[in-house]
């Protein structure tokens, strides 16, 4: 930073000669004499809160419309865009297509995550929402195999890589935002409907395969769906993301951010500085040499959420269609309901983590995975209409519980400088792995041991190693984030934290951008990672 762009107290400050750093217990000393002030607090009031929480659902709601609309016409999709001669080896492509999208998405994170660290959330969050849903409109005006042969499956998959890549800075970016615009105290509950969004936008995608298809037979007859219903679906992405990006452009930039890249700092010489550092903004490297123990725990409890997750949206309409025989239509009649009550059980759970924890929450998850899952699928295989529906509430309730704290928790594991780059690598990496292969891998298990219980036992693994995972995560409830000023809704607050700051065994300053604290360095020169 050149001396006429540095904050005037850092202008008086002369770097220490190389390797000159105080002694252990003057910096300690320095430390404890820096003290939170009102001004530091984040004050967001509830109104803003909730238009910026808004404006992010909105894309979250795009992404799983489209895996809605997706995962309900796999079986339909395998009939128009590949003609192998083999049913089940279509079905699997057609599942493969699904996965792609999933592959992909690390290379979306590793992009757009640092690019949001550096020009800010709501900028990436724009222009992931306009490329989703461009992507997903021109997949309802494909050719099909049958008008141009194979290209109609490269095009399928072409689409599919713009979608996913677009999607590893969608989710990262809109939890971090989430995030950083709600208070402390109620970070779980706000945070949450994000996800809300997630799950009625599948519901809402199901819906609308469900009513084309009933509408598509009684207009056309029963063909009609094959040869033009299909595409309906797909082309509603077309309203639907003109309105998710007209409320993107109105949505702020975080005051986490704002605050953080603003903060001024004292001077420090790149041989002086310490990369691990809270308010160091690190490239991708520097990500995975000092948060990679936070990366493994996100990694493994996005693991164990995405496989329950996917495994009752995007896959159940298949598992359906395979095992008993439905249709699109019945299909989403089965699930939707579950989705509805999932989406209402989500901000429950969510305002629970605020008031017993994110790890109490995420452990009862992981418990409820290991022990429904498979009396879910015994009682699925009843067979009945009622008894699968019965089936799907059951799956639900593990997998609201691993929902509800996810965009409130995950990015609380990293500091503000690199939330949205670390972000972006581990949950995208985590997803492309074990989420959006869920459908491909469940069918591919089923095939080879002829075992339908074989989906259960895969949500069951992951339901193990996220309750590891989360043993091993420090308590984030009612914390202010790491690199983040403590953020409240009143000005009341801010001071009632601020005179009991010395009691409060929740604030750390060292863990925050004040001034003269590890969390606030300002670097002369570029640091490696």
């Not at 984040?42 to 894309?59: E, P």
Request: aromatic share 10%; charged share 15%.
């Amino acid at each position: 930073m050149p001396p006429s762009t540095m904050p005037s107290h850092a202008q008086n400050q002369e770097p220490s000669p190389s390797g000159a750093r105080p002694p252990r217990s003057r910096r300690w000393r320095r430390q404890r004499e820096q003290r939170l002030e009102v001004d530091d607090v984040l004050v967001v009031n509830t109104s803003k809160i909730r238009t910026a929480i808004g404006g992010t659902v909105v894309g979250n709601f795009m992404e799983w419309f489209d895996f809605g609309v997706y995962g309900y016409m796999a079986i339909l999709l395998a009939e128009l865009f590949f003609d192998t001669g083999d049913e089940s080896l279509d079905l699997l492509l057609s599942l493969l297509a699904f996965a792609v999208s999933f592959l992909v998405r690390p290379l979306g994170g590793v992009v757009l995550g640092p690019l949001g660290d550096r020009i800010g959330r709501q900028k990436v969050l724009f222009f992931t929402m306009a490329m989703m849903a461009i992507a997903t409109a021109l997949i309802g005006v494909l050719p099909t195999y049958e008008q141009v042969g194979i290209w109609a499956a490269f095009a399928l998959y072409a689409l599919k890589l713009i979608q996913g890549f677009s999607t590893g800075g969608e989710y990262a970016g809109a939890t971090t935002y989430v995030a950083e615009f709600s208070p402390d105290r109620k970070r779980g509950y706000y945070s949450s409907f994000l996800d809300v969004g997630s799950y009625l936008g599948f519901a809402a995608g199901a819906g609308s395969v469900a009513l084309t298809h009933l509408l598509a037979v009684q207009v056309g007859g029963p063909d009609a769906m094959a040869e033009w219903g299909w595409r309906i679906p797909f082309l509603l992405a077309i309203p639907l993301g003109a309105v998710a990006i007209y409320l993107r452009a109105r949505i702020p930039e975080t005051p986490a951010f704002e605050d953080t890249d603003a903060a001024p700092a004292p001077v420090v010489h790149p041989d002086e500085a310490d990369p691990s550092a809270i308010g160091m903004r690190k490239g991708v490297g520097g990500i995975l040499r000092w948060h990679w123990r936070e990366l493994l725990i996100a990694i493994a409890i996005v693991a164990a959420t995405n496989t329950a997750g996917y495994a009752l949206t995007s896959y159940m309409p298949t598992y359906l269609g395979g095992q008993f025989g439905y249709n699109e239509m019945v299909s989403a009649a089965a699930t939707i309901p579950a989705l509805i009550a999932l989406a209402i059980g989500i901000p429950l759970f969510g305002k629970l983590s605020d008031r017993i924890g994110r790890r109490k929450v995420y452990l009862g998850a992981a418990f409820a995975s290991v022990a429904l899952i498979a009396p879910a699928f015994a009682v699925m295989h009843l067979g009945s209409f009622w008894a699968i529906q019965g089936a799907m509430f059951i799956v639900a309730l593990p997998v609201a519980m691993w929902i509800a704290g996810s965009a409130a928790t995950l990015p609380a594991l990293f500091p503000t400088a690199s939330r949205y780059g670390a972000m972006g690598i581990a949950y995208n990496i985590s997803v492309s792995l074990f989420g959006g292969t869920t459908p491909l891998i469940s069918q591919y298990l089923v095939d080879l041991t002829g075992n339908s219980y074989m989906p259960a036992f895969w949500i069951m693994g992951f339901g193990v190693l996220g309750g590891i995972a989360v043993l091993c995560m420090r308590e984030t409830a009612q914390r202010p984030l790491l690199g983040s000023f403590p953020t409240v809704e009143t000005t009341a607050e801010a001071v009632e934290i601020v005179e009991g700051q010395e009691e409060n065994p929740l604030l750390d300053v060292a863990e925050m951008p004040i001034p003269g604290t590890p969390a606030a360095p300002v670097i002369v020169g570029e640091l490696d990672d």
